[in-house]
């Protein structure tokens, strides 16, 4: 019985050992259980770069938001991020007062805002497949306007 103890913590060591050394975490892996500030995206190589790190830093000096993921397309900028746990509650009036600070800030851009994980990950996904080289701008586009209607459908 001793033996087979012995030999059943061996084989799990070499197990565990084993599936360690094979994992690579990505942001997307590990985006929903801590913040991995994304660079803000552009689809189209004319647009203005600094514009949009300029939201990027309006939308993350907001106290109750950690993490935030921005993308600008042809017509429309998708802004997703991510509420602190506590602040959960209050996350209509957050959207709401985000919404207004982007329009007032930003007045002739068009926002597309939301706070779900999902989208918040599909654009992290999106930032990696972009900076790795795998995603032209007409396909980026394209998957762009797929989150946007998936935040708008689910509103």
């Not at 913590?9 to 690579?24: G, T, V, Y």
């Amino acid at each position: 019985m001793n033996r087979m103890k012995r030999l059943m913590a061996i084989s799990s060591f070499f197990l565990l050992a084993s599936c360690s050394q094979n994992q690579q975490a990505d942001d997307s892996q590990l985006a929903l259980m801590k913040t991995t500030n994304p660079t803000p995206l552009v689809t189209q190589q004319d647009s203005n770069h600094d514009r949009v790190k300029k939201i990027k830093r309006e939308v993350s000096a907001i106290e109750e938001i950690y993490d935030v993921a921005v993308v600008e397309g042809k017509e429309e900028i998708l802004v997703a991020y991510k509420v602190k746990h506590m602040q959960r509650f209050r996350m209509k009036k957050i959207e709401k007062n985000l919404n207004k600070a982007l329009e007032e800030r930003f007045p002739k851009e068009d926002f597309v805002v939301s706070s779900d994980y999902k989208i918040f990950l599909e654009v992290v996904r999106l930032n990696e497949r972009m900076e790795e080289g795998k995603l032209p701008d007409k396909e980026a586009e394209k998957r762009l306007k797929e989150l946007v209607k998936m935040t708008t459908d689910m509103k």
